[in-house]
């Protein structure tokens, strides 16, 4: 479905502008209903059912599958094997751009991690393929599994996430480290998450000679285009992508995932449609996850209580076959006003599926150990956290110099703190139980999110009906981007929301670039601006320049447009509707394109950042060790809000993730085989409503005028960061322990009860 119906009931109806107004997402009506129809929910006739075989080992190679017997059940078509696949155009191991990563399409009889696929099963139901598969029972020859951040020898990457430095030096941190009158040294280990998001990958591809059509969740419908063109060797416009709805993606489906373009294989084998979904425990391999991370900090203050140093050291994991580097040291680089800064990566290659960018990459485990180590140095200065932090923030960024939004990360830390009561803190930890009895401690937790742009365009278009459309390709991450773009589309038109079409999910359309670095409302949003203006320049030059209109001679910049009519901008009684313009050109319709992205000039002279303050209040019960999150509180700054609803809830989300880093979320892997042990959502730990407390959430009204034209910053991400060190840092509050792994475990706070 790529037209959504934005109507609102009364109760939502807008006031004045369509920005800024808390409209409601309309798919999520289509969705409580049931009605949203996902890829995985497509059924074409004739389509075959394909499952993928997956690897149980995690080094090795596949010395024999069951062929002949998986093809005598009945259902079964054919088995996709590495000696019985169609003929790829391009090596699956060729890499080209950053955002292009290696895939498992059955190239050989290598097995590179555990859950990789080894064959694919393709038959007339979904039983009979999963039947199928389980009865190729493969044999192995099998090596020991490099397993955990010492499995091998370390080396510095060659870069870290997309192409920045492994390694950046400010001043002279070792003489600022041996001169410090106080001095932090902790080491942070985080553990592998998975993204996890509800929907599943999944594809239908149908083939038609060499046109392809696919459903299929993608947060990049251009890249996936792209991928699957030089997979295939066939050009991209021959490629139709629907990606009508995503059930979370969070870094996971950006491009073509491995088992989507074995879905396509598969179908290319058959000549039918096929279909291919994953199970739950298989996206634990292939499409991606974030590393291990084990951070050393170490943190330098003289005898002001100011910081004279920050030296921060990542251990990160990729595969042993392709490159992502976790920037988590890079969290260090932006935040604090220190004169000496250092950060460095060392990474080891691992048996693993490679990692991926996922919800915050770098920020969020970064953030994570930063916040609990600039706590640490809070306490060992007699300082209250905020007060330590209100004193040590950047006012410019402190590696590059730039101008900073200090002003707004002030006022998210007072706006924060007011609603939170955190002045009623004690400094000491372990001096608060509740009338239970259980130990209360208060923590704090600064966010920062860069405010990126990626590229994108929109196409605008305004009938002589009055009405007006507005098409890009740009997909709907269950966030409610599409209505955010309708709510931009809308007043860049100059029309009600309902006199708008807005079309979008469908690689047919102008591409909406990519949908993640929380830059997705940023950079479509700029498109749809850009095309809404330039159509309506058209529309204006048509009006001045006819004497017939009341505009006439008014000059393109002299109209603002308004509920479908141009006024003239010195006398607004003067103004003639859309539709009379264009009915007296004898036009049906009038259309122009726009682009979004970020500004090189703007980007190079301001520091662009997204600013936050999180407090989080936790229970911990002092014989069990059991940690509740009671309460939290969390101020953002992240220019302007297109839908306040909507940021709120994007703003719960990653104060909820936050949670999740620190309490609950762990992949923990079998040192034996390699294998993840809790491939599922039962022993995969993720925050459930019980778990949620009342969340509080402000938005501190921000004007930058410089990130873009509509003063968008980006809100996807933001709050995880801020949020996993305010409760690490409660948790030390209530209890006196602090933490330094996580998940933190009960074990870890029960020891000196
Ligand atoms: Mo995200 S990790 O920017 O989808």
Request: with cysteine.
């Amino acid at each position: 479905m790529s037209e959504i119906r934005l109507s609102q009931d009364p109760s939502r109806m807008r006031h004045g502008s369509n920005m800024g107004q808390p409209l409601t997402r309309r798919d999520g009506i289509l969705k409580v209903k049931g009605e949203a129809r996902y890829a995985a929910d497509k059924h074409l006739h004739g389509m075959l059912y394909a499952v993928i075989a997956n690897s149980s080992i995690a080094r090795g190679r596949v010395t024999f599958l069951d062929v002949e017997v998986a093809k005598r059940h009945p259902g079964v078509v054919d088995v996709m094997t590495p000696a019985h696949k169609p003929p790829l155009a391009l090596d699956p191991d060729a890499k080209n751009n950053p955002f292009m990563f290696r895939l498992e399409l059955l190239q050989n009889d290598q097995v590179r991690y555990a859950n990789q696929a080894i064959a694919v099963v393709i038959a007339t139901t979904l039983e009979a393929a999963t039947e199928g598969a389980a009865l190729l029972a493969p044999q192995y020859e099998t090596l020991p599994a490099r397993v955990g951040l010492d499995a091998d020898e370390s080396f510095v990457p060659p870069a870290v996430g997309v192409g920045h430095p492994s390694e950046v030096q400010h001043g002279d941190v070792d003489a600022a480290l041996a001169s410090a009158s106080q001095r932090i040294e902790a080491t942070y280990e985080t553990p592998a998450q998975y993204h996890n998001a509800m929907e599943p990958h999944a594809i239908v591809a149908a083939w038609d000679g060499d046109t392809l059509s696919v459903d299929a969740p993608s947060q990049a419908l251009l890249l996936a285009q792209m991928r699957i063109a030089g997979l295939f060797g066939i050009p991209p416009e021959n490629i139709h992508i629907r990606s009508p709805f995503l059930g979370g993606g969070f870094g996971s489906k950006a491009g073509a995932a491995g088992p989507q373009v074995l879905g396509i294989m598969a179908a290319r084998l058959v000549r039918k449609p096929v279909k291919l979904v994953l199970r739950r425990d298989q996206m634990y391999g292939p499409v991606g996850h974030r590393t291990p991370t084990r951070q050393r900090l170490r943190i330098g203050i003289d005898s002001d209580s100011r910081l004279t140093a920050i030296e921060h050291h990542a251990k990160i994991a990729s595969s042993t076959f392709d490159d992502f580097f976790e920037p988590a040291a890079d969290a260090s680089h932006s935040l604090y006003a220190s004169p000496a800064i250092a950060t460095s990566h060392e990474a080891v290659r691992i048996d693993t599926g490679t990692p991926m960018f996922m919800r915050a990459p770098g920020e969020a485990p970064g953030s994570l150990a930063l916040e609990c180590a600039i706590d640490e140095a809070a306490f060992a200065c007699g300082m209250d956290p905020l007060a330590f932090r209100l004193k040590n923030y950047a006012e410019v960024e402190p590696i590059t110099g730039k101008p900073f939004s200090s002003k707004a990360l002030r006022e998210c830390y007072t706006q924060a703190a007011e609603r939170f009561g955190w002045a009623r803190r004690p400094l000491q930890p372990r001096q608060v139980r509740d009338d239970a009895g259980f130990l209360v401690g208060w923590g704090v937790g600064t966010a920062i999110f860069p405010a990126l742009m990626f590229q994108a365009e929109a196409r605008a278009v305004i009938r002589r009906d009055g009405s007006g459309a507005m098409e890009s390709s740009a997909i709907d991450m269950g966030q409610g981007a599409w209505t955010a773009f309708a709510q931009i589309s809308a007043d860049s038109l100059g029309l009600d929301i309902d006199r708008v079409e807005f079309r979008a999910g469908t690689s047919d359309l102008p591409d909406g670039g990519i949908a993640g670095g929380s830059a997705h409302t940023a950079t479509v949003g700029s498109a749809i601006h850009n095309a809404g203006a330039a159509v309506l320049g058209q529309l204006a030059d048509l009006a001045t320049g006819d004497e017939r209109s009341p505009l006439f001679g008014a000059g393109n910049t002299g109209v603002v447009a308004r509920d479908g009519r141009l006024h003239r901008r010195d006398d607004e009684s003067r103004s003639e509707s859309y539709t009379d313009i264009l009915t007296r050109a004898g036009l049906a319709q009038i259309e122009a394109r726009g682009k979004g992205g970020m500004d090189p000039a703007a980007q190079s002279t301001y520091a662009m950042h997204a600013h936050g303050a999180v407090f989080a209040e936790v229970k911990v019960a002092p014989d069990l060790g059991q940690i509740r999150v009671t309460r939290m509180v969390g101020a953002f700054a992240a220019g302007r809000i297109i839908n306040p609803h909507l940021v709120r809830s994007q703003l719960f989300g990653g104060m909820i993730w936050g949670m999740s880093f620190t309490l609950h979320e762990e992949a923990v892997t079998d040192r034996r085989s390699g294998r993840i042990m809790n491939a599922n959502l039962a022993e995969y730990h993720v925050p459930v409503n019980a778990d949620v407390p009342s969340l509080d959430v402000v938005t501190v009204d921000e004007h930058d005028p410089h990130v873009n034209a509509l003063g968008i910053k980006g809100v996807g991400e933001i709050s995880i960061t801020g949020s996993a060190g305010a409760i690490a840092n409660a948790v030390w509050h209530a209890t006196g322990i602090r933490p330094r792994r996580f998940p933190i475990r009960i074990e870890d706070v029960v020891a000196a009860s």
